[in-house]
């Protein structure tokens, strides 16, 4: 059988997690940051978990992690 190719753009954004889940960025910190309160600046730096439902994709993606 072939190998099978990485999904880079998924690659760049994922990392597994010790139990088989991914976590990523967050979302909503690139600008427009004037309006948003510092605490809510400081929340969006902790990485997010993948939702449950979307972590069979993102492990079709990123077979060999």
């Not at 999904?7 to 690139?30: M, P, V």
């Not at 510092?38 to 492990?59: C, E, F, G, I």
Request: glycine content about 8%; proline content about 6%; overall charge positive.
């Amino acid at each position: 059988m072939p190998k099978i190719k990485t999904n880079r753009g998924a690659a760049k954004r994922l990392r597994r997690t010790g139990n088989g889940g991914f976590k990523c960025g967050q979302s909503h910190k690139r600008h427009i940051l004037t309006k948003k309160s510092t605490k809510r600046k400081r929340q969006l730096r902790s990485p997010a978990s993948v939702h449950p439902s979307d972590v069979r994709s993102a492990a079709r993606m990123l077979p060999y992690t």
